[in-house]
């Protein structure tokens, strides 16, 4: 893992691409808006530095991955995870797909842990003992979910592409950023940024969802140049305003420290799906194509700026 540090002197000329959760709908969107984009000529993909957090890690994992966009896309738009063995092409099954994690559940319980927080820091840690208390309840009992992540990721290796993808401990509370010099394997890395409610192992320490730092952790890409944040959510944050977890509050770090930035949110195309909901896998194939319409339209007004 590696600590939040600020940007070289290099990052200054550099791009960054922020990658926000928001559930199946939220991956399915940004990967319909990053192939609609490249269809429209901008290939966001070349971003010096991307940044994933929870379902934005996934993202950022499978487009950086080598493979085509295209073929993201149409997974997507299908609600299939890519094909990345090659037993797995010749037909062999792969993983079943998890159960859905019920949204209103989540949201009872997270609502009610943030409610009693007194500020980010507190919640964290609230948020990591709960969950480490539901493990515990549960009992001992082999966890499905790192089977379910690299079934969607088209290569287990970390790419030579700077990627940073986010968790929180859920022991301390503290936030780490991992990448490809952490000692930690890909499909571990993004299987404990989408961890919500289960802790997930690594090792002897357990991690959380990245997004309990800041839903989009856009501020990681401080001190670079140009910062695009894809944000599922469109910026919405549950946190209390005083807490400055919202983007807006990041976006105005950002452009304080000297960046451009650009934010992209889902237009009606994509669907009602940015709610609870958005757990929904049946969401998926709207928020892709809905993605893909938006990127084609946005890359015109986004090529001076990223290029």
Known sequence: MTAEQPPSADDRNQRALVLAGAGAAGNAWELGLVAGLADGGVDVTRAEIVIGTSAGSTVAAQITSGTPLTELYTAAAADL??????????????????????????????????????????????????????????????????DIVASRLPSHEWPSQDIRIVAVDARTGEPVVFDRHSGVELVDAVAASTSAMTPYAIGQHRYLNG??????????????????????????????????????????????????????????????????????PST???????????????????????A
């Open 284 to 306: 998926r194939p709207q928020a892709a194509r809905g993605g893909h319409a938006q990127g084609l339209e946005l890359a015109q007004r986004l090529a001076d700026f990223w």
């Open 211 to 280: 997004g309990y730092r800041r839903s989009e952790n856009a501020d990681l890409a401080m001190g670079f140049s140009r910062v695009l944040v894809l944000s599922p959510f469109s910026g919405r944050s549950r946190m209390p305003s005083g807490w400055g977890m919202d983007l807006a509050t990041q976006v105005a770090e950002l452009r304080a420290g000297g960046s451009v930035v650009e934010t992209v949110f889902p237009d009606d195309r994509s669907g009602d799906v940015f709610g609870a909901n958005a757990l929904d």
């Open 81 to 146: 995870p890519p094909s990345h063995h090659a037993e797995r092409r010749a037909g062999a099954p792969g993983p079943r797909r998890g159960a859905a994690v019920s949204g209103p559940d989540y949201l009872e319980w997270s609502d009610a842990i943030i409610a009693s927080a007194s500020d980010p820091a507190d919640l964290r840690r609230r948020l990591g003992a709960a969950a480490l208390e539901l493990a515990a309840a549960a009992g001992p009992s082999p966890s499905r979910w790192r």
